[in-house]
Structure formats: structure tokens, C-alpha cells
């Protein structure tokens, strides 16, 4: 069955570094997102990759920190996340979509990120 499972979650001073991971199964994926939700506040889109990982895709507010990676032989992704500040604080999600273009139609439980200042 098709599964994502996010792990790498914790707690992390600001400025400290985090990585990410979620490990895809069931079948492979065109395209990978990693979104994130703040409590009380909806969630936003971080960072996105296609399947070459030749074209990615960030939000302005994790641009040149956050790097988004894809290891195709274990269909698993990653989000490297440094000079990590408070307002990172969330719930980050893995998402993947079967189709080049289109909304993601699978999605992970989520792992929590705290960062302390």
C-alpha cells in the first residue's frame, strides 16, 4: 500500500540545523512537497522536487536555508533545513503526487519541529 512516513523531527536551537526525511512506498511519484503547519495558522507550502531533481521550488521564507533532495534508488526524500529560526516552529508534512502537474494526493502524518531562541 502506498505510504509516506516523515522522521528527523525534534527540537533544535535557532540557528541549528535539522533534516528531514520521509520514506515513500508503495509505488514511485513524479513530484515530492514538504509542507509545514503552524498551530492556529494553515498550512503552507515549503519545498518542492520532480523526479530528475533537477528542478526545485521553495517558499521565500525557507529560500537558501532549506534544501530539498530526492534519493530515487530508495524513493525516499529529504529537507535539509538550516539557520533554523523560531517562526519555523511546525509540523512538517511529506507529500508526493503520482501526476507531472496537479494537487498532491498522498500524504505523510507529519514530524514536529521546535525551535527554541
Known amino acids: 500500500q502506498v505510504q509516506l512516513v516523515e522522521s528527523g523531527g525534534g527540537l533544535v536551537q535557532a540557528g541549528g540545523s535539522l533534516r528531514l526525511s520521509c520514506a515513500a512506498s508503495?509505488?514511485?511519484?513524479?513530484?515530492f512537497g514538504w509542507f509545514r503547519q503552524a498551530p492556529g495558522k494553515e498550512r503552507e507550502f515549503v519545498a518542492a522536487?520532480?523526479?530528475?531533481?533537477?528542478?526545485?521550488n521553495y517558499a521565500d521564507s525557507v529560500k537558501g536555508r532549506f534544501t530539498i533532495s530526492r534519493d530515487n534508488a530508495e524513493n525516499w526524500v529529504y529537507l535539509q533545513m538550516n539557520s533554523l529560526k523560531p517562526e519555523d516552529t511546525a509540523t512538517y508534512y511529506c507529500?508526493?503526487?503520482?501526476?507531472?502537474?496537479?494537487?498532491?494526493?498522498?500524504w505523510g502524518q507529519g514530524t514536529r519541529v521546535t525551535v527554541s531562541s
Open positions: 507529500a508526493a503526487r503520482t501526476g507531472i502537474v496537479g494537487s498532491y494526493n498522498y
Open positions: 508503495g509505488r514511485t511519484f513524479s513530484r
Open positions: 522536487i520532480n523526479w530528475s531533481g533537477d528542478s526545485t
